[in-house]
């Protein structure tokens, strides 16, 4: 959650700033992989994204998301819970 609220973790643009990559692409769909990218806007997470927006029942944005986690409880599980497997896969990922 710390990665994804600060944007330095497992993201190209990140990981292309402090020199552990040579590029800013996605590894997955090679678009420009910024703070935001993964969580909302990568096709690898389509599925996964539209069942926590449908969940929560509305759309995701980075100017909605911290509110929409305070809402109550259920969805800020659900919001977590689909963060950290986005972050999670990235990272254990991109230690192989
Ligand atoms: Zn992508």
């Known amino acids: ?10 993201n190209g643009r990140y ?3 402090i020199g552990k990559r040579e590029d800013e692409s996605c590894v ?6 910024g703070k935001d990218h993964a ?5 690898r997470w ?3 994204r539209n069942e926590a ?4 029942g509305g759309v995701l944005t980075p ?3 911290v509110q929409k986690m305070c809402q109550n409880e259920t969805d800020w599980g659900i919001i977590q819970r689909f ?4 972050i999670g896969t990235r990272e254990r990922e991109g230690r192989q």
């Open 83 to 86: 963060i950290t497997l986005v």
């Open 1 to 10: 959650m710390a990665q994804f609220l600060t944007g330095h973790g497992e």
């Open 63 to 65: 100017d909605n998301i």
């Open 46 to 48: 389509y599925g996964e």
């Open 53 to 56: 927006f449908s969940k929560i």
């Open 39 to 43: 969580v909302f806007e990568c096709p």
């Open 15 to 17: 990981l292309h700033k």
């Open 28 to 33: 997955d769909c090679l678009l420009t992989d």
